[in-house]
């Protein structure tokens, strides 16, 4: 494996890339060859650290080089599309972390790229693979709960609450503002739950106008109303200024014969209703997750005990290594990162003109 | 008192007026003087099973009855606003519940008629008055969580959920609509808490659209995005579908310094998380009611014992006996309970429309 | 009615058979008669607020007056005894607070002569009441969880928390320590949950020894390991100095096919585990008391709305009159009030012997 | 590295061992030397799964070889002693999983032979590894609960629950009941907590006296409770046949400021309670565990995002590692279970005897 970047995504993949082999036996057993990042002394730490083998403060070299495989790239959304586009046109796997890129064009264009060169491709969402969500995915697809009316999802985090937080590159460039930085998330979960979402209308804004007086380009948090091609109507909230909030990726799926709730900041219960038996034996029940959930065996014999968010990431480097066994794209590909970005482009849109907006595939 | 109905409401009035003077030590002691009902035989089943003095048949009787000196309405919209208007137009202090009329133009002519007549009113949103929710009106106001920047409500229950129910007046009728009928509690809790609302956009729907052959005329479910003269952004989403929701009448409320939430559906409990302290301190703290809250004393010493649903309207009628005693009336007013329905119009109109519709004031 | 005290539970009674008529339809509709406080002064405030006929300030010229029917004793322990016989000896059935007056041997009397005289008598143990414990019951009865194999009972609260809080009579005689103020209610729950309790073994002890410079000489927390007839096991633990804990009456009980779990601070709520189903769904749902429980519905027709501590005190006075009517005594009686202070008195024993101690039957 | 035992705990160090580098960086890089199982193919199996060098299906063999510098025993705890005294004869570190060896003849002679050959050696109390864990004890050691007066404590599974399933090795044999076998992490927990027990008072039964036939010959559930060298009083219950309950290692900690409350069930919650500021502000805190606790930062660098079951484990191994580097012991060490067995000793003893026991320490 090569990893471009080595910050707080990019250790999370050494990481899981070193334990993957022995959680799921998987067929190919990744060695970390090398590591990049944007200093030469940066990038000869993470080495160091995390046991890569070498490094390099150039990504371009760590694509080009033919003892790497297979690329990871957890670098900022301005490297994503060159690199991916250079991954492909070698012939190697690229798995990118969300967003894809930093525009749509980006998005379209490495998706372009991947399929072109029938490369195999995956994008970085996460939280879909805890064994809650993954099973909440289940129950939904087998009717558990009848019919989709209604669905709320948020994913709202309090990092830049404080007025008092300097601004910095987060507080700059639409791709790292809320709807570019957070949004994806939920969306992404939006789509994998209930399906395509038709059109949207929303609302972006900045709620600290400026920070340390310099002026803050990009959004602090945004909603929008949906409404899902199966008919089912939808709301989703983003902030990273939601006081309180540490890791708000939390949803509620309403059906006509049952409901299900989902928070991340207990990402190891999912709360299933189930609209059937004696009135006064209904309620919501609290599902601890366990060796009956989807990947959660394999960490774990005991339910209950419990998956983190490092879990989630080695979940996600089985299914990419796996891929790459089977030269099969695994779901979410780019094109499943693309469908996202375009939800993010229309609520865009929506929100500039006051009006529902479309969702335009490509 | 005279109460005209002794339905669902008729019933926790007369309840109230029984128990309020010796829970709250009011100066006006009231008796129950007279129910009216559809029917002659529910008006004496009511009388009898409540302990009122006599019954009517007929509301116009029980309002200008002489030893009638203040009016409850507690029939369907349809009687609200000629009952108002009689009761008015013989001074008699009036409480009627919510919403105001049957239609904007009801609670219009309603409230004018109340100000020609400088009469004592008051609408019912009970649901506002837990000790909870008054608490957290108390600490927005005291700017404890800082300027609100965002505000979620909803007010979701399940009793229409199930497809098979039959169709009956509550699907009929705008004003039996979810939007009619359970939108105005959170609305008004919105008001209450945030302050008035500058603009909507709504999405209005019925999800079943026939029931047991016949067609459902009035709305399911219905959400809106909203902007709050405030500045802050908000969304609310009210339900009569809501699979697993019993009292779903619950709120969010994020700011800069702090955030609140609550759920109805354990009332006795309010959520607060303020950013100060140490980091590694924070969390939202569950606060059970007590004491040290208001209008929890009169009920019990003991702070978490609980209040329920109909001490909440124990504390209205608190109210609604002490407007007339001081002759000055208390929130909510008629005008109170007006803005509230103008709010649901403009949301009417944002629906059709599909655009941002500004909150027309009278 | 007459009843002793107008305190904090005194007020809750007055409310209560306020109250009762027109939430229960009850038979008999009761009037507030008389008042007895400790001097005339509190007596006739009582009577002006709570909105009797009469005060005294005397309780045996209140259980005397001929237009006292009946009697609640809501006054502190000393005076349970003698109030009752007297109003035994005169016919007059009685309600009287928990604990069964000040010791085991005031209780043995009080039952002797509540049967001597065929008189209706009721021990107040309200919390045992609400829906959701009722329901509980039920639930256990109906073997839902199998055979019960654990129980475990708490009772705690924080009033005497705070080690400045001055000494009074509260940390003074063994009737108010925590085993003769707090354990009663607990206890009840289990012997009414379970079953019997044939043998205990304890730990009772003062946390604060001293206040104020004053020495405490009564219980501040205790705890019991108990074996039930049924052979379940058992723990129970009572405290005042319960930081944090303000309405801590929460029960645990393992079957072998379920469990439920409850706490009074969230009283609106039962979570059951039913151990059926497939794995994955399973889970303690959490069940919101609606119409279809116990005494609900008299309350409020929408679940999840919610019943308080008040409408415990109701609940009791219904059955209070109805044993009335009836004149067949209602659980629970003297003889239930009793049985709960030979576990109290077992438990004291215990903890002199450290030896498991058999609970005694009379 | 050498690990003994490639089951539930044997996969859980490989995977840890795998991934402990790259979390913690480390100054000692373990390599996955060699895994020993009880038959060969088993052995090769896990060799090949878990990404060992080589395979062992003896012990012995595994703790000689040469290349194996440091031993984890993860093996049941018939083998615990043995292995552990060849290794300290070769002046090798161990690290042991909880209980230390199947009798406390067992848990003192290891210690004794780890004292006396100056080894490094370390036992696997996991859970009390969390950084919520950590941090209450942390919280507890700096008082801000002030002196603790209260501690209850479980660790209760249902894994037994159903009387059907069959007997088998689990349900044989002391070291395997629930007191062997659950009771260790929760009685390591307390002694971390609140500090040594001088005296324990115990019960001890079989609740499934036999299954399929076949006796069992061990425990399924015990409660104890307990007096603290600090003074304060405690109890804790052990099942496995708690009906229901997944993880339940769970504990309270009432002090005379504030209380604690921790589930593993929700392992990245902690619940602090001060008793500070005002009245009405007071409530239990839901504190999520992030970078500001311990031993969570490397995992991930947003607060709420959670770590698991696996992430504990990983830990553990950082301690081991450490321990070596610095060839120091880090707490846990055999004197500490050693400590554990003792407490449990003292409960069969007690439970035996039905009288208050002391601990005896060695
Ligand atoms: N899935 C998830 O939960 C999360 C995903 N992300 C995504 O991961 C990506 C990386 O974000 P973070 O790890 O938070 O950033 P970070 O700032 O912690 O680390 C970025 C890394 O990229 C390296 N880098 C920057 N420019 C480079 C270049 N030109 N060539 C080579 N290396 C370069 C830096 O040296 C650094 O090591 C972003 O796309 C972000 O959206 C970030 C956080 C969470
Ligand atoms: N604040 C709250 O939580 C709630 C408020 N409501 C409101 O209370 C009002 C009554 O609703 P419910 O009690 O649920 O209805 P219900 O159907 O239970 O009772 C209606 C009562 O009105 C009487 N009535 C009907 N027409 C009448 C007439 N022309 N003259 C005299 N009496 C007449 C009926 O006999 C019956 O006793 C409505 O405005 C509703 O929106 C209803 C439920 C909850
Ligand atoms: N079921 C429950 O939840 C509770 C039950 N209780 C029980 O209720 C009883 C009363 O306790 P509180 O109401 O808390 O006490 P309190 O101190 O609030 O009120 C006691 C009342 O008794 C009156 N009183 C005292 N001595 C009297 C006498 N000799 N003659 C006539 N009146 C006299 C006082 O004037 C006062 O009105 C006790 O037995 C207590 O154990 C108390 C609190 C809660
Ligand atoms: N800390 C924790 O959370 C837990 C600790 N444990 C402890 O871990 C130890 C192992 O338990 P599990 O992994 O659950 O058992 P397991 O039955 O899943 O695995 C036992 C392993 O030991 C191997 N083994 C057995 N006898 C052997 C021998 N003579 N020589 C070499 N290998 C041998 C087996 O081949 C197997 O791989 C026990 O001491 C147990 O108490 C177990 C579960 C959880």
Redesign the pocket.
């Known amino acids: 494996m090569g990893i471009?970047?080595?910050?707080?995504?990019?250790k999370?993949h050494a990481v899981a890339y070193s334990a993957v082999g022995a959680v799921f036996n998987t067929r190919l057993r990744p060695r970390l060859e090398m590591v990049?990042?944007?200093?030469r002394a940066?990038?000869d730490r993470?080495c160091a650290e995390f046991g890569f083998a070498r490094a390099a403060?150039?990504?371009a070299q760590l694509v080009r080089d033919p003892r790497v495989e297979a690329v990871v790239?957890?670098?900022?959304?301005?490297?994503?599309r060159a690199a991916a586009e250079l991954a492909f046109s070698l012939g190697k796997p690229v798995f990118c972390?969300?967003?894809l890129g930093a525009s749509i064009e980006d998005a379209r264009a490495m998706t372009a790229s991947a399929a072109a060169r029938k490369c195999i491709n995956m994008v970085?969402?996460?939280?879909i693979r805890t064994p809650a969500s993954q099973y909440a995915r289940k129950l939904i697809s087998d009717r558990v709960i009848g019919d989709v009316t209604w669905f709320r999802g948020e994913h709202t985090e309090d990092f830049l609450a404080d007025a008092d937080t300097p601004a910095s590159w987060r507080t700059k460039g639409d791709s790292n503002g809320t709807m570019g930085?957070l949004a994806p998330?939920m969306i992404n979960a939006a789509l994998a739950l209930i399906g395509p979402i038709s059109s949207v209308m929303a609302q972006i804004e900045t709620v600290h106008k400026s920070r340390g007086g310099e002026p803050v380009t990009n959004d602090d948090h945004a909603q929008m109303m949906c409404r899902f091609d199966s008919g089912a109507m939808g709301h989703m909230f983003f902030s990273r200024v939601g006081t309180g909030r540490k890791m708000g990726y939390a949803y509620e799926v309403t059906g006509t014969k049952g409901a299900i709730r989902f928070d991340q900041e207990d990402q190891n219960a999912l709360w299933l209703y189930k609209a059937e038996g004696p009135e006064a034996e209904r309620g919501f029940r609290k599902i601890l997750t366990g060796p009956a959930h989807p990947d959660y065996a394999p960490f774990c014999q005991g339910p209950g005990h419990g998956t983190g968010y490092q879990d989630q990431i080695i979940i996600e480097a089985r299914d990419f290594l796996e891929a790459i066994a089977d030269d099969q794209n695994r779901w979410p590909t780019f094109a499943d990162g693309l469908a996202v970005s375009q939800v993010v482009e229309a609520a865009r849109t929506s929100n500039s003109a006051g009006v529902w907006t479309p969702v335009q595939g490509d």
Chains 1, 2, 3, 4 share one sequence.
């Open positions: 471009i970047g080595g910050g707080y995504m990019g999370a990049a990042a944007s200093t940066s990038a993470y403060d150039d990504w790239i957890a670098a900022p959304q301005a490297t994503h972390e969300k967003p970085g969402f996460n939280y930085d998330h």
